[in-house]
């Protein structure tokens, strides 16, 4: 067997029978949003709208079938780890879940490479969620096969954000021209890190809404400031929301916080009603990563502008997707 039969594209991979080498994903890993062109998100995009009238249509198909997925998780999570499980399944692939790493051979002290250098052995791509900023590309140095970030402590959640913008992509039809509120934990938030950075590929303005201590660190403000986009700072949503056609919610990341009590100050910063929305446009949607924990009042829900819950579904297609693509079969 040869030595480079499992490596990446960057290293000459044997291409297995049926896999397309073309794909522009192939091999490769998904780590930071930085990586991805306008052109590349058109393409994503469209092969997960494919997945989405393909789910409707017949449910599962096995474009996937033999391959494996290790979902390796040092955090916890519900929607990314059972949306990529989900995908595998519905794509007819196989999967080994790694959910609670005290139970695997980490609680030894086995080192984050050495793990994914065992899980590579048996699965054909690897789904991690670290608590590290940089974990993934860590990671992705020992793999030899495709390392998917799942979220590296406050560092990026590259495939939230794709799922983000394949969100406003579905419900509103486009993305130029909108304005883009985001609002509650700027600071730790690592989905609306990851999010500021795609929407800097489009035509949009930014507004960020936070308590002071929880301010959009200052390296995204330049990063997307770059490229031209505009952006404005703020304490309260009241002066934005009536312009806004994207509200963007996250919840207060009390696990990142050093200072308990600094928590107890802000956890309650914000809280999105019924009578916030009097002020907002009729052709509007509000969006939150999830899990929420008051930021977004339970009476909102039923609001046709609420698009928490249909934003999970598209998740699964984002995520279907992405498989697909890095395994070749796009
Ligand atoms: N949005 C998100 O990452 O949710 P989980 O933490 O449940 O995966």
Same mark, same amino acid.
Do not use: W
């Given at each position: 067997?040869? !030595?480079?039969?499992?490596?990446?594209?960057?290293?000459?991979?044997?291409?297995?029978?049926?896999? =397309?080498?073309?794909?522009?994903?192939?091999?490769?890993?998904?780590?930071?949003?930085?990586?991805?062109?306008?052109?590349?998100?058109?393409?994503?995009?469209?092969?997960?709208? %494919?997945?989405?009238?393909?789910?409707?249509?017949?449910?599962?198909?096995?474009?996937?079938?033999?391959?494996?997925?290790?979902?390796?998780?040092?955090?916890? #999570? !519900?929607?990314?780890?059972?949306?990529?499980?989900?995908?595998?399944?519905?794509?007819?692939?196989?999967?080994?879940?790694?959910?609670?790493?005290?139970?695997?051979?980490?609680?030894?002290?086995? #080192?984050?490479?050495?793990?994914?250098? !065992?899980?590579?052995?048996?699965?054909?791509?690897?789904?991690?969620?670290?608590?590290?900023?940089?974990?993934?590309?860590?990671?992705?140095?020992?793999?030899?096969?495709?390392?998917?970030?799942?979220?590296?402590?406050?560092?990026?959640?590259?495939?939230?954000?794709?799922?983000?913008?394949?969100?406003?992509?579905? %419900?509103?039809?486009?993305?130029?021209?909108? !304005?883009?509120?985001?609002?509650?934990?700027?600071?730790?938030?690592?989905?609306?890190?990851?999010?500021?950075?795609?929407?800097?590929?489009?035509?949009?303005?930014?507004?960020?809404?936070?308590?002071?201590?929880?301010?959009?660190?200052?390296?995204?403000?330049?990063?997307?400031?770059?490229?031209?986009?505009?952006?404005?700072?703020?304490? #309260?949503?009241?002066?934005?929301?009536?312009?806004?056609?994207?509200?963007?919610?996250?919840?207060?990341?009390?696990?990142?916080?050093?200072?308990?009590?600094?928590?107890?100050?802000?956890?309650?910063?914000?809280?999105?009603?019924?009578?916030?929305?009097?002020?907002?446009?009729?052709?509007?949607?509000?969006?939150?990563?999830?899990?929420?924990?008051?930021?977004?009042?339970?009476?909102?829900?039923?609001?046709?502008?609420?698009?928490?819950?249909?934003?999970?579904?598209?998740?699964?297609?984002? =995520?279907?997707?992405?498989?697909?693509?890095?395994?070749?079969?796009?």
């Amino acid at each position: 067997m040869p !030595t480079d039969l499992f490596m990446k594209e960057s290293k000459n991979p044997y291409i297995p029978f049926g896999d =397309r080498q073309d794909s522009p994903f192939y091999g490769k890993d998904i780590l930071s949003v930085k990586q991805f062109t306008r052109q590349d998100l058109e393409y994503i995009f469209g092969v997960a709208h %494919e997945m989405r009238e393909m789910v409707q249509r017949v449910g599962s198909f096995d474009l996937l079938k033999g391959k494996i997925l290790a979902n390796l998780f040092y955090e916890p #999570s !519900t929607r990314t780890s059972s949306s990529f499980t989900s995908a595998m399944e519905r794509l007819g692939g196989s999967l080994i879940p790694i959910n609670e790493v005290h139970y695997s051979s980490v609680a030894k002290g086995e #080192s984050l490479p050495d793990t994914v250098r !065992t899980l590579e052995c048996y699965a054909d791509v690897i789904v991690l969620r670290h608590p590290e900023v940089g974990a993934s590309a860590d990671a992705a140095k020992y793999a030899r096969k495709p390392i998917i970030n799942a979220g590296d402590g406050i560092g990026e959640h590259p495939t939230q954000a794709l799922l983000d913008l394949f969100t406003i992509y579905e %419900e509103l039809g486009e993305v130029d021209g909108l !304005t883009v509120t985001m609002l509650g934990d700027l600071k730790y938030g690592r989905t609306v890190h990851s999010l500021a950075r795609l929407l800097s590929l489009y035509k949009v303005e930014i507004n960020y809404v936070s308590p002071e201590i929880l301010k959009i660190p200052s390296e995204i403000i330049d990063e997307v400031d770059s490229k031209g986009i505009p952006q404005a700072e703020f304490t #309260s949503l009241e002066p934005v929301m009536p312009m806004t056609d994207v509200l963007y919610v996250t919840r207060v990341q009390k696990e990142r916080f050093e200072k308990l009590s600094d928590y107890e100050l802000v956890k309650s910063a914000f809280t999105i009603t019924l009578e916030t929305l009097t002020i907002a446009k009729e052709r509007m949607i509000i969006m939150h990563p999830l899990p929420r924990v008051g930021e977004i009042s339970m009476e909102v829900d039923n609001d046709p502008r609420a698009a928490y819950f249909r934003q999970m579904e598209y998740g699964l297609y984002v =995520r279907m997707a992405l498989l697909a693509m890095v395994l070749g079969k796009s």
